[in-house]
Every structure is written in structure tokens, then in C-alpha cells.
């Protein structure tokens, strides 16, 4: 076989291979569960992003699910018009949901009330405190100091043990 014949060949091999995986690119869609617990970006949060997509490109792919739904980079893929590469991986949905707020949060720069309305919201959708801290980088005492908070809608209220002292 000549080298021009390995070369075509090759040719054949990358022009095949490539369009299978386009055909097998799932079609990218938000994941409605993750939105409903990632703050938005602010403006200006969007507009740093935009520009350092416009000047320097997407630097990292966005993950998906067999499906198409985003894990991360959901502000990525939104702000780059949808050219961005992809990552698929085979988790299942609750993992999913950890593995992307753990990734945003830490990569975002949230403010404590922000961090905290996430651990309320993943422990309102059943995730254990372990599971909870673990995602997020945080001890369990952490999620759990967070859980006892006055005005947290799952808050354990402790009663109140002042007692009354008479001026007799």
C-alpha cells in the first residue's frame, strides 16, 4: 500500500468517524432541575463571560448527559451561541445534579446567603447532609449549622429556655 493510499484511507477513517460523532451529539438543552438551584449570573458576571468567550474562545467543554441536558456550562453554552465542545458523561440524575452545583460552586464566586439557599434547596430535593457537604467542599456540621438558621423554611427551631425571672 502506498503512502497516498494510507493517507486517502486515513482520510475515509477521520471523514466517517467525525460525521458519526456529530450525528451522535445529543441535542443540548438546559437542565431545568440545576436552574431551579445555580443563581443566575449577574449582568455582569455575563458580559466578563461574553467577552472572554469572544476573546479567548469556550476554554472548557460543557458537560452533558446522554440526553443532552447540561451538568455544566450552561452559561457557556448559552453565551457562545452554542459552539462549544462536549463532554458526555453517564451519570444518573441525582449524581448529575451534584456533580453540577459542585462545579459551580466552586468556580463561582456566591455570596454566603447564595451558598446557603443552595444547601437549602439540595436538602429540600432529599440529599443527606454527608452528601450535601461532600459536593460542596463543606463539613456536614456546616450544612447542618446552615439548616438552623432562623427563617430557613426546614429550619429546626430550638426552644426557648430563658426563663422568666420575677422581680419579687
Keep these: 500500500m502506498s ?3 494510507v493517507h486517502k484511507a486515513m482520510s475515509e477513517y477521520l ?3 467525525t460525521r458519526q460523532q456529530k450525528e451522535e451529539k445529543p441535542n443540548l438543552r438546559l437542565f ?3 436552574r431551579e438551584i445555580i443563581p443566575a449570573l449577574s449582568q455582569e458576571e455575563k458580559a466578563q463571560l461574553k467577552a472572554s468567550i469572544e476573546s479567548d474562545g469556550v476554554n472548557y467543554p460543557v458537560m452533558v448527559l446522554p440526553d443532552g ?3 455544566d456550562g450552561m452559561n457557556r453554552w448559552e453565551l457562545s451561541g452554542g459552539k462549544v465542545a462536549t463532554k458526555v458523561v453517564a451519570l444518573p440524575e441525582r449524581e448529575a445534579i451534584l456533580k453540577g452545583v459542585e462545579l ?3 468556580r463561582r464566586h456566591l455570596s454566603g446567603e447564595q451558598r446557603k439557599e443552595i444547601i437549602s434547596k439540595l436538602r429540600k430535593l432529599g440529599y443527606t ?3 450535601v457537604g461532600h459536593a460542596l467542599g463543606v463539613a456536614r456540621n456546616t450544612v447542618s449549622d446552615n439548616e438552623n438558621i432562623v427563617g430557613s423554611d426546614i429550619a429546626f427551631t430550638p426552644p426557648d429556655l430563658r426563663v422568666q425571672i420575677s422581680e419579687s
Design 32 to 34: 431545568d432541575a440545576l
Design 3 to 5: 503512502q497516498a493510499d
Design 15 to 17: 471523514s466517517t468517524h
Design 129 to 131: 447532609q454527608e452528601e
Design 104 to 106: 459551580n460552586f466552586t
Design 69 to 71: 441536558r447540561i451538568v
